[in-house]
C-alpha cells in the first residue's frame, strides 16, 4: 500500500512519463511513474517517498541510510556522486548510485539518482520534512532519462493548496 508524504507537494512529470502504481515499488513509495519505453526488458521510473527525519538528522546521513538499504537487495553498491545544494534554509543533497540487482528474475546493472529535499512542515514550521526523488533506470539508458528527471525535480514545489 503506498505511503503518503511527510508535506504536499506538486510536481509535473515530464512528457511520456506515466503514472504507476506504488504498491508495485518498494514499500513507502508515495508516488512512482514509468518510462514509456524500457530498456533491455526493465522500465525506468521515478519515485518519491518521505518523511520527518530525527531531530539534528543531516540529509547526507540520511542519504548513507539509503545507501545502506539498498545494499540490502542489491549486489556492490557505489557512491558515484554525492553534492549538497541548496540554501541553509532549503537545503538539498543530491547523489548518484550504481549497483547491481535482480529485477525480473534478471541481473540488471541499474543506476539511482537521488535527490533529497529538506522541506518545512506547514503544519508545525519547527518540523522539518524530508523528501527524496529517485530515478531507477538500466546504466546504458540513465543518460538519456537524466534530463527527463532534472526537468521533473525543477517542478516540485511544497503545495501550498492556493488555486490560482
Same mark, same amino acid.
Given at each position: ?57 543531516? &540529509?547526507?546521513?540520511? $542519504? ?5 538499504? !539498498? *545494499?540490502? /537487495?542489491?549486489?556492490? =553498491?557505489?557512491? +558515484? ?53 529517485? &530515478?531507477?533506470?538500466? $546504466? ?5 532519462? !537524466? *534530463?527527463? /528527471?532534472?526537468?521533473? =525535480?525543477?517542478? +516540485? ?8
Amino acid at each position: 500500500m503506498p505511503t503518503t508524504l511527510p508535506v504536499p507537494i506538486e510536481f509535473r512529470l515530464p512528457e511520456g512519463w506515466l503514472p504507476a502504481r506504488p504498491e508495485e515499488f518498494d514499500p513507502g513509495v508515495a508516488f512512482a511513474a514509468v518510462h514509456p519505453r524500457p530498456d533491455a526488458g526493465f522500465t525506468a521510473n521515478i519515485t518519491i517517498d518521505g518523511g520527518f527525519p530525527k531531530d539534528g538528522v543531516t &540529509l547526507a546521513e540520511i $542519504a548513507d541510510a539509503s545507501v545502506a538499504q !539498498l *545494499g540490502e /537487495f542489491a549486489e556492490s =553498491v557505489e557512491l +558515484v556522486h554525492r553534492r549538497e545544494v541548496g540554501s541553509e534554509d532549503a537545503p538539498a543533497l543530491t547523489q548518484r548510485l550504481s549497483f547491481s540487482a535482480v529485477a525480473d528474475g534478471v541481473a540488471r546493472e541499474l543506476t539511482q539518482s537521488q535527490v533529497y529535499l529538506s522541506l518545512v512542515d506547514t503544519g508545525d514550521p519547527r518540523k522539518r520534512a524530508m523528501i527524496r526523488l529517485a &530515478l531507477t533506470s538500466t $546504466a546504458a539508458q540513465h543518460d538519456s532519462v !537524466l *534530463g527527463d /528527471f532534472q526537468d521533473f =525535480v525543477r517542478t +516540485v514545489r511544497p503545495d501550498t493548496g492556493a488555486v490560482g
